[in-house]
């Protein structure tokens, strides 16, 4: 069992930051992904999680449950709560321009996406740039949260110019499988890859502490003709997924 001085109240409790169970829960989260409970570390039991805590039975057994739910600890029959051990992260080749969807089918697994926000808008400046809009141009915006097997991987924010994708409903999981079917999908792309620490909005959705680190990939997709048709910048959980490339000497 890990040092119990880090499921101390004077640890974690903050008043004014919300009920005890979540600022628990927040707090074990963020050791858990910072590596100061490691996998398969055991938590105290019920009755000694509480009294070390000082709190009770019943806040201690509300902030086990997120956790449970968030797939960081796992309950074993008979024998107590356990830091979930660490699954093989997944793999994607930066040099392969394939979508999520098929990523994750490729690797016998389901995802699914909710759709945050799709309709059709006067660019940013940044889309006009990254586009080649002008201002009395429309664009297409799609922001998706990406779920595989139930768990949140990514949130996509992937916009396009409104000739190439007129109606944002049509797409409801791969935005790629849509832009094939209409004969223009990009055959090419330019990524850039960097860390960032997520805002509250973002952690909620990715079931993360607010503050951690992700990668941020920005991709800006082009037809053969070399016209930019996509410019998609996504936030995918650094603890879960790896993206890898591929060096060659020229």
């Not at 709560?81 to 697994?109: D, I, Y």
């Not at 922001?143 to 007129?166: C, G």
């Not at 909620?204 to 800006?220: D, H, M, N, Q, W």
Request: proline residues 6%; aromatic residues 6%.
């Amino acid at each position: 069992m890990p040092d119990t001085s880090v499921f101390h109240q004077d640890a974690w409790f903050r008043p004014g930051r919300g009920s005890r169970y979540q600022q628990l829960q927040r707090h074990i989260s963020t050791a858990i992904l910072s590596g100061d409970l490691a996998p398969d570390d055991q938590l105290p039991p019920e009755r000694e999680f509480a009294e070390i805590a000082q709190i009770s039975r019943v806040t201690v057994r509300k902030a086990v449950s997120l956790l449970v739910a968030d797939g960081l600890v796992e309950q074993r029959q008979g024998a107590g709560s356990f830091v979930r051990s660490a699954a093989p992260k997944l793999k994607q080749s930066l040099s392969s321009l394939v979508s999520f969807t098929e990523n994750m089918l490729v690797r016998g697994m389901t995802s699914t996406s909710t759709v945050l926000l799709r309709g059709v808008f006067a660019p940013s400046p940044r889309e006009i740039l990254a586009l080649g809009l002008s201002s009395q141009d429309r664009v297409t915006r799609i922001d998706r949260l990406r779920r595989t097997d139930d768990v949140p991987m990514a949130i996509e924010f992937s916009s396009l110019p409104q000739d190439i994708l007129p109606d944002p409903g049509k797409v409801e999981t791969s935005l790629y499988a849509v832009l094939r079917k209409k004969g223009c999908a990009p055959t090419r792309a330019v990524q850039r890859v960097t860390a960032i620490n997520l805002e509250r909005r973002e952690a909620e959705l990715l079931k993360l502490p607010e503050g951690s680190a992700v990668l941020k990939i920005e991709r800006t997709g082009y037809l053969a003709t070399g016209r930019p048709i996509e410019f998609t910048s996504g936030l995918y959980r650094s603890d879960i997924y790896d993206f890898v490339s591929e060096l060659r000497r020229d």
